[in-house]
């Protein structure tokens, strides 16, 4: 599995209708998320890149997915600081794996 709840159980107290609905929400908006951060790499959109690392490594993290967490502050930085697109390329394809691997996880375990 590679993701791991206990941040967002901590987080629910146990209420199950909250943490499916963050998860529905992780399901609904990280996979057009990540396309829009797809397509940022491959135009070389250094805004983009550093918005939407930004916009989904909260996400990851809430998930308790470190090495994606890990990833997208790495590429958020690059976009920023030193737009290194072939650093960022480099690391793009294991966040994007990781995240399209905890889609398809969540949506079987919750039946989403």
Known sequence: MIYNLDKINELSGGDQDFLVSVISTFLEE???????????????????IY?????????????GMETARANALEIETLGKTTQDINKINQIFPALEKDVEQAVVELKAAFGL
């Open 30 to 48: 990280i996979p057009s998320d990540l396309e829009v951060l797809k397509n940022a790499v491959t135009a070389q959109d250094f805004t983009q």
């Open 51 to 63: 918005q939407f690392a930004h916009k989904i490594k909260p996400n990851v993290d809430l998930l």
